[in-house]
């Protein structure tokens, strides 16, 4: 698990303000489920054999009896909860959500066994149309945000019925080498051997690249919804590459499969990942709907920008008031909450603890504040306060109470 630090933050505030804005542009509106749901539901959603549900899953029995699990993605909650809701019986949705995620992974960088997920999903649509749109939304968001150097990867898992026929050629390719294959892989290849390709073993890699390819298998409708998909993404000027290994960790998906990836943050490189899961739905107990979505790692993201761009700006205030003296703390803090009335967008560090001038005026710098009001006992009694600029050479002066907020205006619009 890890901390996010108050120096850190604001680069996950810029994050998170800008896919807000997005996702709004785009009409995805917000949902929000439960950390912790049943585990029969990732069992179901997931894959009994993907590494997600054997190995790195939080898993415990409530005092009722129950096995709950925190959620190790967002999607098998998302589509429960439109399921038991009601919101897919004659409708279409376009949602998105955002929150932690538990997983335990061997911690490294860019990845925590406690991490957040931005996730967006949209319910009732079959056609590449809606594909185009989820990696267009994530391309501008990517943009907007400043990123450079990363590389779309494309794939298609056809039909359940392409991929079935893909299936067994590619268990008979691998039962064939069986002695060259690690124990995960033998694993696979009796549960989910298409997660073989996703293998980082380097002694694999070989054998892997000689296995059959997916895109020879696809039936017609797969290939007319990838050439669609395609043909969408040209015509905006998306580049990609198609990449016939990517697979994907989970069970669930179907048609197409994408990742945003860099070579910047070592072994953790896709950045935004996702896909179509026509059958998730009805898998889970609702009517058969198409659905598609893409889940974005924050830590991944925020460290990648941190690598590219240097570390976010903090956040620092417009104002630091400095108060000594017993009757000019009971007037600094009716003033500051005055000034905060008024001037809503001005951002106000007040001087808490006592101090003395001198320290408190040291605090007001280091605070990156652009001005310092001054409030003593002497300058309460004639109701003015003097304004000090900290980042120009002034002359401080004295303000009258009633005046503060007009000037302090004027002065920080001229800044």
């Known amino acids: 698990m890890n901390d996010v630090l108050p120096s850190e933050i604001a680069a996950w505030h810029r994050?998170?303000?800008?896919?807000?804005?997005?996702?709004?542009?785009?009409?995805?509106?917000?949902?929000r489920v439960p950390i912790v749901e049943h585990t029969a539901?990732?069992?179901?959603?997931?894959?009994e054999f993907t590494d997600i549900v054997q190995k790195e899953m939080f898993t415990f029995e409530d005092p009722g009896g129950?096995?709950?699990?925190?959620?190790?993605?967002?999607?098998?909650?998302?589509?429960?909860?439109?399921?038991s809701n009601g919101l897919l019986h004659n409708q279409r949705q376009r949602v998105w959500c955002s929150g932690p995620m538990f997983r335990h992974e061997k911690p490294q960088r860019g990845r925590f066994r406690q991490f957040y997920q931005i996730d967006v999903e949209a319910f009732g649509f079959a056609g590449p149309d809606i594909d185009a749109e989820l990696i267009m939304l994530s391309a501008r968001l990517l943009n907007r945000l400043g990123v450079e150097r990363v590389e779309l990867n494309l794939n298609s898992l056809g039909t359940p019925e392409s991929r079935r026929a893909y299936r067994e050629?590619?268990?008979?390719?691998?039962?064939?080498?069986?002695?060259?294959?690690?124990?995960?892989?033998?694993?696979?290849?009796?549960?989910?051997?298409?997660?073989?390709l996703d293998s980082k073993n380097p002694d694999l890699q070989g054998l892997i690249a000689a296995a059959p390819v997916l895109t020879e298998y696809l039936d017609v409708p797969s290939r007319r919804h990838f050439d669609g998909l395609c043909k969408h993404l040209d015509a905006v000027g998306i580049r990609y590459v198609v990449n016939p290994r990517l697979v994907r960790g989970?069970?669930?998906?179907?048609?197409?499969?994408?990742?945003?990836?860099t070579s910047e943050l070592g072994s953790q490189g896709a950045v935004c990942s996702g896909g179509r899961y026509d059958g998730l739905v009805a898998q889970l107990g609702g009517k058969s709907t198409p659905a598609v979505g893409w889940?974005?790692?924050?830590?991944?993201?925020?460290?990648?920008?941190?690598?590219?761009?240097?570390?976010?700006?903090?956040?620092?205030?417009?104002?630091?008031?400095?108060i000594a003296g017993e009757r000019a703390e009971a007037a600094g803090l009716m003033l500051a909450e005055r000034l905060r009335d008024e001037l809503p967008r001005m951002h106000i560090e007040t001087n808490c603890g006592?101090?003395?001038?001198?320290?408190?005026?040291?605090?007001?710098?280091?605070?990156?504040?652009?001005?310092?009001?001054?409030?003593?006992?002497?300058e309460t009694d004639k109701q003015v306060i003097?304004?000090?600029?900290?980042?120009?050479?002034?002359?401080?002066?004295?303000v009258p109470w009633s005046d503060i907020a007009r000037i302090l205006k004027s002065k920080l619009n001229q800044a």
Request: hydrophobic share 40%; net charge neutral.
């Open 354 to 378: 006592a101090g003395s001038f001198k320290s408190q005026l040291k605090r007001a710098d280091n605070s990156g504040a652009q001005f310092a009001l001054v409030l003593g006992d002497s």
């Open 15 to 31: 994050l998170e303000g800008i896919a807000r804005e997005l996702f709004a542009a785009y009409a995805y509106r917000e949902i």
């Open 295 to 322: 889940a974005l790692g924050q830590e991944r993201l925020v460290e990648l920008l941190k690598v590219q761009k240097g570390q976010t700006p903090d956040a620092v205030p417009d104002v630091y008031l400095v």
């Open 66 to 83: 129950d096995s709950l699990t925190l959620r190790p993605e967002a999607t098998a909650g998302i589509v429960r909860a439109m399921i």
């Open 386 to 398: 003097g304004l000090k600029s900290l980042r120009v050479e002034a002359p401080q002066s004295e």
């Open 250 to 261: 989970l069970d669930y998906y179907t048609h197409t499969v994408f990742e945003w990836v």
């Open 41 to 47: 539901l990732f069992k179901r959603s997931i894959g």
């Open 169 to 196: 050629q590619l268990v008979n390719y691998f039962s064939a080498h069986k002695s060259r294959l690690d124990p995960d892989s033998l694993k696979r290849l009796e549960g989910n051997p298409l997660r073989i």
